[in-house]
Nanobody
Framework: QVHLVESGGGSVQTGGSLRLNCTTT??????MAWFRQAPGKEREGVASIVLGGRTVYADSVKGRFTASRDYTKNTLYLQMNGLSPEDTGMYYC?????????????????WGQGTQVTVSS
């Protein structure tokens, strides 16, 4: 069983920054990703990182968010800069052994409980 635990959420003002963390007991997961869900909206992908490979971002966060993985700590990070109210939502860490993408959450069987990010204007 793969356990994912997110942390680092909080409340900031527009233009602020936050760093999210996702720790797992699993090693060498093929793909780790961040998704988010705003109130009343569908869940959407934010960024994904394939094992030892490239990072893919949603267009809405390119240039503002940076995802990274520390393989020695089995941790996924999401550095979020230039936050806006549109970034408000619950942020989830997800992992998959078979797929790696941001346009769909299908194929991600492992999920954390989420961490709330609130950006005020």
């Amino acid at each position: 069983q793969v356990h994912l635990v997110e942390s680092g959420g909080g409340s900031v003002q527009t233009g602020g920054s936050l760093r999210l963390n996702c720790t797992t007991t699993a090693t060498s997961l093929y793909c780790m990703a961040w998704f988010r869900q705003a109130p009343g909206k569908e869940r959407e992908g934010v960024a994904s990182i394939v094992l030892g490979g490239r990072t893919v971002y949603a267009d809405s966060v390119k240039g503002r968010f940076t995802a990274s993985r520390d393989y020695t700590k089995n941790t996924l990070y999401l550095q979020m800069n230039g936050l806006s109210p549109e970034d408000t939502g619950m942020y989830y860490c997800a992992a998959s052994s078979t797929v790696c993408r941001v346009h769909s959450s299908a194929g991600f069987p492992y999920w954390g409980q989420g961490t709330q990010v609130t950006v005020s204007s």
